[in-house]
């Protein structure tokens, strides 16, 4: 890579140091925008997950064991709201101010929190698929010890995959990134580790979700139909089935969740694996970000319940005493 260039205009990441990165040129209009898209998609994402995890943490309601899952796609969703403005920064600029050492980190941990949204999916996904096609066993199979230890699992797998996959490639070896300027944080890794990341980190869990739920919504379906006909027919339904039909509702928010994160990954994760512009990969990217901005809309738009929690927190009702342990719910909900 060529450094020395006529163009006197040219500049760089770090002008003392001879093998810095060439800075990205664009304009103050660029700039400002692309600064203020950064800035109110960073507070959004903090600002509605942070709703989301205040309103299943203190209303003692929800503290079901789908709502802990919720909780904690919530807290992976939120932080991502935080390392926005990192990498808004390195959009921005083209360039990598904050060290060597923490960009290995920060790849890590941006992989981290990819991994613990999906592991989360996936949670969700069993959770609803035992609710709605094995509901008598509901309540023995999916308890909330359960759900808090496969959580906890699931951030440890998270963890644990993407370190091993950072030190098989040489993320912290500083001798195999010759090849790179200074001012440039970006993930080298091997053909043969992508394909096996792609299959792994994406291919064979978003697989499962979407086989999971092709059998909810088939199932949830059957049941609708029925408990549909009873009341047409003027019969008495049951309890448990107006349950199923609630938790039938519930399986399809959290299914536009699902699939919301897929439509924001799949071109991302195809693009990556082929020779694609920057330009492409950088609006993709922020995509993927954007994805965890969506997720409390869909509460918001689903769930009656957090629009009241959302009441109670914004008017600081929820210091009130005893405000935990009102009932939020209008009728039988999730």
Not at 193 to 208: E, H, Q, S
Not at 260 to 283: A, N, Q
């Amino acid at each position: 890579m060529a450094y020395e260039t006529e163009d006197h205009e040219t500049q760089y990441c770090f002008p003392a140091i001879n093998s810095s990165c060439i800075k990205g040129k664009r304009s103050r209009h660029e700039y400002s925008i692309m600064y203020v898209f950064f800035s109110l998609l960073s507070a959004w994402t903090v600002f509605l997950n942070l709703l989301v995890i205040i309103s299943i943490s203190h209303f003692k309601k929800l503290h079901t064991p789908t709502n802990l899952i919720i909780l904690s796609l919530a807290v992976a969703d939120l932080l991502m709201g935080l390392v926005m403005p990192i990498e808004g920064i390195r959009q921005i600029g083209t360039c990598w101010y904050f060290g060597d050492t923490f960009c290995r980190l920060y790849i890590i941990i941006l992989g981290l929190l990819f991994s613990a949204s999906l592991n989360n999916l996936i949670l969700i996904a069993v959770d609803r698929y035992v609710a709605v096609c094995h509901p008598l066993l509901y309540p023995q199979k999916i308890t909330t010890t359960k759900t808090l230890v496969s959580i906890c699992l699931s951030w440890v797998c998270s963890s644990a995959y993407n370190t091993t996959l950072a030190i098989n490639n040489g993320y912290f070896d500083t001798s195999l990134r010759t090849n790179m300027c200074y001012g440039e944080c970006s993930v080298i890794m091997g053909f043969a580790w992508k394909v096996t990341d792609l299959f792994m980190a994406f291919i064979f869990p978003c697989t499962l979700i979407i086989t999971l739920y092709l059998r909810i919504f088939h199932v949830a379906h059957q049941q609708v139909k029925v408990i549909n006909s009873l009341m047409k027919s003027g019969k008495c339904v049951m309890e448990g089935s107006v349950r199923r039909k609630s938790e039938s509702k519930a399986a399809l928010t959290l299914g536009i969740i699902v699939t919301i994160y897929l439509l924001c990954f799949i071109p991302y994760y195809i693009c990556s694996m082929s020779v694609t512009s920057s330009t492409t990969i950088s609006i993709l990217t922020w995509i993927v970000y954007a994805n965890s901005g969506l997720n409390p809309l869909v509460y918001a738009l689903f769930y009656p319940w957090f629009k009241k929690t959302v009441k109670h927190i914004l008017t600081f009702k929820i210091f009130q005493p005893a405000s935990s342990l009102i009932n939020i719910f209008t009728e039988h909900q999730l």
